[in-house]
């Protein structure tokens, strides 16, 4: 079983900085490929950002190219997610979402998911 616990959501102003954190368990982390998703009120769930294995590839939903950083360390088995820009369209619950296969942009075939962080930006 694969344990997540998440953290760094909170309030900010718009043009302001958050870091999310994803910390996993349960096999070894490297195994693993790991993304984050957001979903708004009234919204679907949305990819926002993947990473590979060791890190070596990385993707980014087009809304966030340019301003958001996914990265992650092995040693600590941990994957963040550096939140640059904000705007208030950003706000959103934030979900850590980890695959046993290649990295996937879609919700339905995460394999499992952490608890979400709320995020909110201020305009």
């Known amino acids: 079983q694969v344990q997540v616990v998440e953290s760094g959501g909170g309030l900010v102003q718009a043009g302001g900085s958050l870091r999310l954190s994803c910390a996993a368990s349960?096999?070894?982390?490297?195994?693993?490929?790991m993304g984050w998703f957001r979903q708004a009120p009234g919204k679907e769930r949305e990819f926002v950002a993947a990473?590979?294995?060791?890190?070596?590839?990385?993707t980014y939903a087009d809304s966030v190219k340019g301003r958001f950083t996914i990265s992650r360390d092995n040693a600590k088995n941990t994957v963040y997610l550096q939140m640059n820009s904000l705007k208030p369209e950003d706000t959103a619950v934030y979900y850590c979402?980890?695959?046993?296969?290649?990295?996937?942009?879609?919700?339905?075939?995460?394999?499992?998911w952490g608890q979400g962080t709320q995020v909110t930006v201020s305009s």
């Open positions: 979402a980890i695959n046993l296969g290649g990295i996937t942009t879609i919700a339905r075939r995460v394999d499992y």
């Open positions: 349960g096999r070894t982390f490297s195994s693993y490929t």
């Open positions: 990473i590979s294995r060791y890190g070596g590839s990385t």
